[in-house]
């Protein structure tokens, strides 16, 4: 959504592209971390190592420090539509690595990580069952933080309004 929302940006330069943005990372940030969390107690736990610097550990830390990076970023520019642009153009520049993630495992074949596994019917519907249950919080928690941040620059814009007279509705 990050990506999405840079692009949504820099085409239209509606601020609510940039919210979608923000949001997007922000989900994306918290779950890459669970991930890397849960990822390297379960290898402990499994191969007696806490991590292996493979291509696919290695580049999902990159996304990690990436979304990382872009959240402080963000926090830093103090001017909305400059933060908008340089958050816009970073988040477009830093998706790079998502389809890296993605294809790594079938580019470089690891033992620790098959491209592939069978799974028992019982398995199969128990993934099912948790990949809807994640996206359907993923794109509810990316809902929330976004309808937030279009409401507090909705306020933010009416008390400009009501201050100077001459607010301007088109930026949301």
């Known amino acids: 959504m990050a990506f999405v929302g840079g692009i949504g940006?820099?085409?239209?330069?509606r601020l609510a592209w940039d919210n979608l943005s923000a949001a997007g990372a922000t989900v994306a940030a918290f779950l890459c971390t669970i991930a890397l969390a849960t990822g390297m107690y379960w290898a402990r736990q499994a191969w007696g190592h806490w991590?292996?610097?493979?291509?696919?550990?290695?580049?999902?830390l990159m996304l990690w420090l990436l979304y990382v990076a872009y959240l402080l970023v963000r926090s830093s520019i103090e001017s909305r539509q400059r933060r908008a642009v340089i958050s816009a153009v970073y988040a477009i520049a830093a998706f790079v690595d998502v389809p890296?993630?993605?294809?790594?495992?079938?580019?470089?074949?690891?033992?620790?990580?098959?491209?592939?596994?069978?799974?028992e019917p019982d398995m199969k519907l128990t993934l099912i069952f948790w990949f809807?249950?994640?996206?359907?919080?993923?794109?509810?928690?990316?809902?929330a933080l976004h309808g937030r941040s279009q409401r507090q620059l909705a306020?933010?814009?009416?008390?400009?309004?009501?201050?100077?007279?001459?607010?301007d509705d088109e930026a949301i």
């Not at 890296?100 to 799974?119: A, G, M, N």
């Not at 809807?132 to 809902?143: K, M, R, S």
């Open 51 to 60: 991590w292996v610097w493979t291509p696919r550990l290695t580049l999902t």
């Open 9 to 13: 940006f820099l085409w239209q330069r």
């Open 155 to 167: 306020n933010e814009l009416a008390r400009a309004q009501d201050r100077d007279g001459d607010g």
């Open 100 to 119: 890296l993630v993605y294809f790594s495992t079938r580019l470089i074949p690891e033992f620790e990580h098959p491209v592939s596994v069978s799974l």
């Open 132 to 143: 809807v249950t994640v996206t359907l919080a993923t794109a509810g928690l990316i809902a």
